[in-house]
């Protein structure tokens, strides 16, 4: 049958995460188009052996790129999925979009997937990491890539959306396990994310939702989000593990998945305010 619904899949070098998600969805029969930033292993090879419409587009930023997917891919289903190269869809996940009935949606224009995260093996259950919904589905035409952010990447639409609780796409990359390459990301991130911040000092970036504590996951993160900006540098990343390992009780994850929140709760958000501290100086 025909899918009403299309995947869009962001790689680069993802010899290692791209078979799995593509043996996950690959029975769903429904069209795949992969954007790559330019690999130079196996990537393309595997995608085009899994028939899936390819495009090359150098990498500036996620949020970016996503924008050139969306744009210049001609996709013709009425839906838009968006995948990580690195997540894969779940049995369950797999049921229900192998069931989905457009007809049955005609009000809605996204649909949130909820996510598990894992790092080195563990899953991270705790420290506000579970449930995590992500919006992924989305209207085709409707949905748009929020540029508003530098690092972060979301998928916006305007009216009604659903959450589906049940059903999981499940996220680990492989390369962390070697922990340099953790490292070297995230002091990647950390300049995106201080440059993006200065700039919403100076009021060159506005954010695209309404901040709202009662309204859809992302209306809530971005209400999060203008609370973290109000907290002085320095002291937030302190506050925001303390919170996370106890209120959120990240206490209660094993060994390793404990080690993920202090890299990405504190060390990384250390590094960010340091680097936001140096950026100031400059001006």
């Known amino acids: 049958m025909n899918r009403p619904f299309s995947f869009i899949i962001l790689t680069y070098n993802e010899e290692i995460h791209l078979p799995r998600l593509l043996e996950s969805i690959k029975d769903l029969k429904a069209p795949i188009f992969i954007l790559d930033s330019g690999s130079i292993d196996r990537t393309l090879e595997i995608s085009t052996s899994y028939g899936a419409e390819v495009k090359t587009n150098p990498f500036e930023n996620h949020p970016k790129q996503w924008d050139f ?3 210049n891919f001609a996709i013709q289903t009425s839906w838009t999925i968006g995948l990580d190269a690195d997540q894969i869809v779940t049995q369950e996940l797999f049921e229900m979009l192998e069931t989905f009935d457009d007809e ?3 009000e809605v224009n996204g649909i949130y997937f909820n996510r598990k995260n894992f790092f080195q093996g563990s899953w991270i259950r705790y420290g506000g990491y579970y449930p ?3 919006l992924k589905m989305f209207r085709t035409g409707i949905g748009h890539s929020d540029l508003n952010e530098n ?6 639409v305007p009216g009604k959306t659903l959450v589906w609780k049940k059903g999981h796409i499940l996220e680990e990359n492989l390369k962390e396990n070697d922990i340099d390459f953790w490292y070297n990301k995230h002091k990647r991130y950390s300049d995106l994310i201080a440059q993006e911040e200065i700039e919403r000092m100076q009021n060159l970036r506005k954010q695209a939702l309404n901040p709202t504590l009662f309204g859809n996951p ?12 109000k907290l002085p540098l320095g002291i937030r990343p302190y506050l925001y593990y303390g919170f996370r390992m106890f209120f959120q009780m990240g206490i209660m994850d ?6 993920f929140h202090y890299l990405q709760g504190l060390w990384f958000r250390k590094l960010v305010d340091q680097k936001i501290k140096a950026l100031q100086k400059r001006q």
Do not use: C, G, N
């Open 104 to 106: 049955k949606h005609k």
């Open 132 to 134: 995590i919904y992500l």
């Open 69 to 71: 997917a969306l744009k």
């Open 151 to 156: 690092m972060d990447h979301r998928f916006i």
């Open 218 to 229: 992302d209306e809530r993160k971005t209400w999060m989000k203008r609370l973290w900006w």
């Open 254 to 259: 094993d060994k390793t998945a404990r080690h």
